[in-house]
């Protein structure tokens, strides 16, 4: 059995403003194996790394961030709504995160959201860059758009996909594969445990969000799931690490 890596929900986002590169780099010092990121285009279309349509909520800035170009935007503090030790922080572009990123033993999950009339927009400009930094085999594109993911997935196979979805789906091994992705990204109270371990035997790869609580983090790790997409990666590599100590000791 593969061990569960651990990815950062919008980075280290239960201690740093969510969506930013210090919440990036204290995910990366928490030895999680990866972040999960929210990726949208601005007014003059760069892939810019924000979760709301919005700015009110994270910036200091306000109206739709597709209403912005990249230097409105970057002139906004994406982290003194959440203490002023954060102020200095901007939004990120997504080239910005590849660029440090792509020197690190680090996954980066691109959740794509933005406008469904954008979608082929979208892909045209995040594949080529995907590209560019050759990060094929370290960059996982999910998204509730998931004719967007079949899109991603017939101009760029050679990148994973991984559908998002709130609902218990029927019969999602099927859906997943007809959407001819390999991740199934899933609300952690969608699925039971039997459901979950049926889903890992037909090869999925099962990654519950958002999963803070111990036990429910304990429990996907044992199930065998593939990842955990959390909002404090140290507590839930702490987690990790004993279990796997747990099994050693008692093997031996």
């Given at each position: 059995?593969?061990?569960?890596?651990?990815?950062?929900?919008?980075?280290?986002?239960?201690?740093?403003?969510?969506?930013?590169?210090?919440?990036?780099?204290?995910?990366?010092?928490?030895?999680?194996?990866?972040?999960?990121?929210?990726v949208q285009l601005s007014k003059?279309?760069?892939?810019?790394?924000?979760?709301?349509?919005?700015?009110?909520?994270?910036?200091?800035?306000?109206?739709?961030?597709?209403?912005?170009?990249?230097?409105?935007?970057?002139?906004?503090?994406?982290?003194?709504?959440?203490?002023?030790?954060?102020?200095?922080?901007?939004?990120?572009?997504?080239?910005?995160?590849?660029?440090?990123?792509?020197?690190?033993?680090?996954?980066?999950?691109?959740?794509?959201?933005?406008?469904?009339?954008?979608?082929?927009?979208?892909?045209?400009?995040?594949?080529?860059?995907?590209?560019?930094?050759?990060?094929?085999?370290?960059?996982?594109?999910?998204?509730?758009?998931?004719?967007?993911?079949?899109?991603?997935?017939?101009?760029a196979p050679m990148v994973e996909?991984?559908?998002?979805?709130?609902?218990?789906?029927?019969?999602?091994?099927?859906?997943?594969?007809?959407?001819?992705?390999?991740?199934?990204?899933?609300?952690?109270?969608?699925?039971?445990d039997d459901e979950i371990e049926?889903?890992?035997?037909?090869?999925?790869?099962?990654?519950?969000?958002?999963?803070?609580?111990?036990?429910?983090?304990?429990?996907?790790?044992?199930?065998?799931?593939?990842?955990?997409?959390?909002?404090?990666?140290?507590?839930?590599?702490?987690?990790?690490?004993?279990?796997?100590?747990?099994?050693?000791?008692?093997?031996?």
């Amino acid at each position: 059995m593969n061990q569960t890596q651990i990815f950062a929900h919008r980075g280290f986002s239960s201690s740093y403003p969510e969506n930013t590169m210090a919440a990036f780099k204290a995910a990366y010092e928490a030895k999680a194996d990866g972040i999960e990121l929210d990726v949208q285009l601005s007014k003059d279309d760069v892939p810019v790394v924000i979760h709301d349509h919005t700015l009110e909520r994270t910036t200091t800035g306000t109206g739709y961030v597709q209403h912005h170009t990249v230097q409105q935007l970057k002139q906004v503090s994406a982290g003194s709504w959440y203490s002023e030790t954060f102020q200095k922080e901007e939004i990120p572009t997504l080239e910005e995160v590849f660029i440090w990123a792509r020197g690190l033993p680090l996954i980066v999950n691109v959740e794509l959201k933005g406008s469904i009339q954008h979608r082929h927009k979208t892909a045209s400009i995040i594949l080529p860059l995907i590209e560019k930094y050759e990060l094929e085999e370290k960059v996982i594109l999910s998204s509730f758009d998931h004719q967007l993911m079949a899109l991603c997935n017939q101009q760029a196979p050679m990148v994973e996909t991984a559908i998002i979805a709130f609902a218990a789906l029927y019969d999602p091994a099927a859906y997943v594969r007809q959407v001819q992705a390999l991740g199934y990204h899933f609300y952690f109270k969608s699925l039971l445990d039997d459901e979950i371990e049926q889903l890992i035997k037909k090869g999925l790869r099962l990654r519950p969000f958002t999963v803070n609580d111990e036990e429910e983090i304990r429990r996907f790790i044992q199930l065998g799931c593939d990842g955990i997409i959390t909002d404090n990666p140290k507590k839930a590599v702490d987690i990790r690490n004993d279990n796997q100590y747990d099994r050693v000791r008692n093997f031996s």
